[in-house]
């Protein structure tokens, strides 16, 4: 009866000294693995310091604000000017950076971050002062989503853009101004509306280098803004052939669009991202380091 109890309490003891130790040890496994995490991959937004000197970055898929003005940062004398910096391009890997332009509204955008969710893919969204105004609501869940939001302009207006780099300052300012009333912070990538062959020269790119920014084109279109209005079949099958060519860049930029009337955009979308994962690229957003596409 005594060796009976005895070998009870022995037997709770062991398994509670197991139960013990097996759930200190998988704590401090998961402390580990936590801390070795925390030290790899660092998630959120870079907000670039006050002297510019932290863009620098090894990650491609943290997208990159500043917390002031370009007018705050002149104010309160800070670097201003974008630095040099190495482009992102790690030997042997494949990155695809898609890229939405002339959004937010509110049918397409939010039926896009659904889809980049669910693929656990980031994306790009190049807005406009005008409709990020119209929808604020989307412009925080862009954000939220941990996509990048970059300046295209207040309203996509060539003949006001294009007049000289001080109108085109003018209305990234515009946009800056409304983006941070939404969000707190604003970008330093840009998007020339239409690209930049026959819009810039010489005097746009110092400009822009000047006053803290960072323009990037697109070296993959889907086409999906074509006059012909072309269909989803349409936008799968140009980023189809334009992987598979032989020149297919490793650092690929994408441009679609998100605003509305792109409905035909959001129902490729799915198929592109697994073409592009098929081909083995990886997805970042774009940021100043991130190469330039040609
Ligand atoms: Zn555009």
Redesign the pocket.
């Known amino acids: 009866m005594r060796f009976g109890t005895m070998g009870i309490l022995l037997l709770a003891g062991a398994l509670l000294s197991g139960g013990c130790g097996t759930t200190s040890s998988t704590q401090e496994a998961s402390a580990g693995d936590d801390a070795q995490e925390a030290a790899q991959v660092q998630t959120g937004p870079v907000i670039v310091d006050d002297n510019m000197s932290n863009l620098q970055l090894d990650q491609p898929d943290r997208p990159v604000y500043d917390s002031y003005l370009r007018q705050e940062r002149h104010d309160k004398g800070l670097a201003m000017a974008m630095p040099d910096l190495t482009p992102y391009k790690p030997e042997g890997e494949k990155i695809a950076y898609l890229t939405f332009?002339?959004g937010p509204d509110d049918v397409n955008t939010p039926a896009i971050l659904a889809i980049l969710k669910e693929n656990g893919v980031k994306a790009t969204f190049?807005l406009l002062g005008k409709s990020a105004k119209a929808y604020p609501d989307v412009v925080k869940q862009i954000y939220e989503s941990g996509c990048a939001i970059g300046n295209?302009s207040y309203d996509?207006n060539y003949g006001r853009l294009y007049q000289n780099p001080a109108a085109y300052l003018k209305e990234m300012d515009e946009t800056d101004a409304i983006l941070k009333s939404i969000l707190g912070v604003r970008p330093l990538i840009t998007r020339a509306?239409?690209g930049v062959v026959g819009h810039f020269n010489k005097h746009y790119w110092d400009a822009l280098k000047k006053h803290g920014y960072v323009e990037h084109d697109w070296n993959i279109s889907s086409a999906d803004a074509a006059p012909n209005h072309p269909v989803a079949k349409d936008f799968i099958d140009n980023i189809q052939s334009q992987v598979d060519s032989a020149k297919a860049p490793s650092s690929a930029i994408i441009l679609m669009h998100s605003s509305s009337g792109h409905e035909e955009t959001v129902k490729a979308l799915p198929e592109i991202i697994r073409i592009l994962r098929e081909h083995g690229y990886t997805f970042g957003v774009i940021t100043p380091m991130t190469p330039q596409p040609w």
């Open positions: 332009d002339d190049y295209h996509h509306p239409g």
